[in-house]
């Protein structure tokens, strides 16, 4: 059965991430060719609480596609995290006639978009707005592909001063317990392994990837490093590499926020815009805590509770892929 919304307010939350932009414009414009009353909410969750909430026009997401960030800005919400800050939350939508809320975001954005959604009965859609790629029931997060370009022309940049100097480099990138982007960027730039949360690694492992890199008559080598308490990080690394194998020179490099600004690409363009308008024709078929995916090139609806599983698994054969190629 079709739904009869006639508002409905998006806002963006955690991580920002390239694409953000290109999904609010989308919400928007497909929010208002169906006839509905779009409100724009400034800060996320935050926002939502202090009423940071102003009513959009076609033309308020004029020139914002090829923006990185989020015109509708991020912030932290302890407050969202309380019974009575999502209560305020809720009658500020209420105030505005906000019937349904699109949420642009990662797994805690979407862990609290499920609660504030069964606690008040409201529907809510979420779309998968990180870098890291770590959301279940997608083939691609929005913002992934931006990332995984940038960090492999900052490697291919590493790569000409490590080659010059003979070094090896343990390149740290984000991805928290998902390998997905130092995995990825490995193969695409030539490293000579990745280190992920998802494979433990043992210390006749890391012996047995320098001794390889650097027998088979290589004068460099760069290695992937997920940052993340399971992998120790990069200066973790290079501090053990350091101390038992000293032959070696040793350089790290943590390429940090960088990941997360710049022009979206046009995959990361492309894919924002079809969640967005997806998102809406959702909530017209009266869906609800459901996030935006997509598998095999098709928009498909998953769930919360399966999107924001913590197990999504790493590709064996990307994996074989790295491991074959690396040689």
């Not at 999904?23 to 940071?52: P, Q």
């Not at 949360?197 to 006749?204: A, C, L, R, Y």
């Not at 979206?264 to 935006?292: C, F, H, K, W, Y």
């Amino acid at each position: 059965m079709d739904s009869n919304i006639k508002s409905v307010g998006v806002l963006t939350s955690g991580g920002d991430a390239p694409g953000m932009n290109a999904a609010i414009r989308a919400v928007t414009r497909a929010g208002i060719f169906n006839g509905m009353k779009v409100y724009g909410i400034y800060r996320g969750y935050r926002g939502l609480i202090s009423d940071e909430i102003i009513e959009f026009k076609t033309n308020s997401v004029s020139n914002i596609i090829q923006q990185g960030g989020t015109m509708l800005k991020t912030a932290r919400s302890s407050e969202f995290l309380t019974e009575e800050g999502r209560r305020l939350a809720y009658e500020n939508m209420r105030k505005h006639d906000i019937e349904a809320l699109v949420v642009i975001g990662g797994d805690g954005s979407l862990t609290g978009a499920g609660i504030f959604a069964n606690e008040y009965n409201i529907p809510i859609v979420g779309l998968p707005g990180t870098i890291d790629n770590d959301l279940s029931g997608t083939d691609t997060t929005i913002g992934y592909d931006t990332a995984l370009n940038t960090i492999m022309q900052s490697m291919d940049k590493i790569r000409d001063t490590a080659t010059s100097h003979e070094r090896l480099f343990f390149i740290e990138v984000m991805g928290r317990n998902c390998g997905y982007l130092a995995l990825n960027s490995a193969v695409a730039s030539g490293a000579e392994a990745a280190i992920i949360p998802e494979i433990s690694i043992e210390k006749d492992q890391l012996g047995e990837l320098i001794e390889q890199g650097f027998r088979k008559s290589k004068n460099s080598s760069m290695v992937l490093v997920t940052e993340s308490e399971v992998t120790g990080g990069a200066i973790k690394l290079a501090e053990r590499v350091k101390t038992e194998y000293p032959q070696y020179d040793v350089r790290v490099s943590i390429l940090g926020h960088l990941q997360r600004g710049g022009s979206p690409t046009a995959q990361d363009r492309i894919l924002a815009s079809r969640m967005g308008i997806a998102a809406i024709q959702a909530l017209m078929e009266n869906q609800r805590n459901v996030v935006m995916g997509i598998r095999e090139n098709e928009i498909v609806y998953v769930p919360f509770k399966r999107a924001i599983k913590k197990d999504r698994e790493i590709s064996e054969e990307m994996l074989n892929v790295l491991r074959i190629s690396s040689i």
